[in-house]
């Protein structure tokens, strides 16, 4: 099978459903979407699981061709050939939230589903609420965050109500003739060529309560995502990101939360609030880094405790021990002696 998640690093691929929906939008101008995909390294005939994964530089080719080659609704048009089991569990999941916020939240912590590298962020602004969509793709198409707002809003209008519109949408482009049929799906303000992409919506909207809420099935469709994020690996790119510098910084002998967020160009609340969108925070991933470096360093002979304690940059040895202990359930010279017997 092609695309079978296996196709080089496992933090740069996307879910097989959205491409089956990219392949349907394109037929649907009367393109041949085998040959296109293909001329991008991907047998997409092939596939045959919409959970499989993809190489998201070559899905990334795909987008720019169709963006070149079809117009600006392409990405409603791959909203409209999406369902809810095109992302796994995750479509599945945000059809049974509560709110249209829990929705979002849950598209946020579980995001790797659809790609690594398409970052959410929701900030609360008083009376407005507004969900920053952020490509992090070394192959940029707008028209791909086009089509997550169209999924987005065809949920809430199946769900919450059928006349339902965001205040505000921001692109970062300039609309060609098609601008009136967006406005049309969008039935709301554009705001073209702004300094990034965002959806406003109104407050109160995020919090009345859906349709067809089913928390009960929610929590167990969350965990069937759980355990296909586990079975591939999946990481969010943003903590590999973070995680890579807070292990550069610690070989600096010099490492915080706010040196962290500096080098990242973020401030350290937002730095905190993006690691908690996705359930984890600095202090988890500087505890991962550091039990990785410490049982790579214990394999030096020479390297004792204190030195090692220094170098993670702990205050001192007796904390280094208790964290040693909490990661490998012995002491340092008792894990140490079990790898000399081994």
């Known amino acids: 099978m092609a695309g079978n998640g296996k196709h080089g690093s496992q933090y740069e691929t996307s879910i097989a459903g959205w491409s089956f929906a990219i392949a349907d939008a394109l037929a649907s101008y009367g393109l041949e979407p085998t040959e ?29 061709f169709a963006h070149a080659h079809t117009d600006d609704c392409f990405g409603i048009r791959v909203a409209q050939h999406l369902t809810p089991a095109s992302l796994h569990a995750m479509g599945l999941s945000l059809w049974c939230s509560n709110t249209l916020r829990e929705l979002f939240e849950r598209y946020i912590r579980y995001r790797c589903v659809l790609s690594h590298m398409h970052f959410c962020e929701l900030i609360d602004e008083g009376e407005s609420v507004r969900l920053s969509l952020v490509d992090e793709r070394r192959i940029k198409s707008e028209i791909t965050n086009d089509a997550a707002t169209a999924f987005f809003l065809g949920i809430a209008r199946r769900l919450y109500r059928e006349d339902f519109s965001p205040r505000e949408l921001h692109i970062t482009r300039s609309l060609g ?8 799906f969008f039935q709301t303000e554009i705001v073209e060529n702004a300094g990034g992409y965002c959806v406003l919506f109104a407050a ?6 859906l349709r067809f809420a089913n928390p009960e099935l ?5 965990l069937i995502i759980e355990r296909y994020i586990a079975e591939f690996g999946l990481i969010s790119e943003y903590m590999l990101r973070v995680r890579t510098e807070i292990h550069r910084l610690i070989g600096l002998g ?9 080098n990242l160009n973020v401030t350290a609340r937002t730095l905190q609030r993006r690691l908690a969108s996705e359930k984890s925070s600095y202090n988890i991933l500087l505890d991962q880094v550091r039990k990785q470096l410490a049982l790579e360093y214990s394999a030096a002979p020479k390297a004792s405790a204190t030195e090692i304690a220094f170098r993670l940059g702990f205050t001192d040895s007796g904390s280094f021990g208790r964290s040693f202990r909490r990661w490998t359930g012995q002491s340092f010279s008792e894990y140490r002696q ?3 017997q081994a």
């Open 36 to 64: 296109i995909f293909r001329r991008a390294g991907i047998a997409i005939d092939e596939v045959d699981s919409p959970s499989a994964r993809l190489p998201v530089d070559s899905v990334q080719q795909v987008w720019q």
């Open 177 to 184: 003739e098609e601008r009136r049929d967006i406005e049309e």
């Open 204 to 209: 109160e909207d995020l919090e009345a309560p």
């Open 218 to 222: 929610a929590t167990q469709l969350d």
């Open 254 to 262: 010099s490492v915080s939360l706010e040196l962290v967020a500096d």
């Open 338 to 340: 079990t790898r000399r």
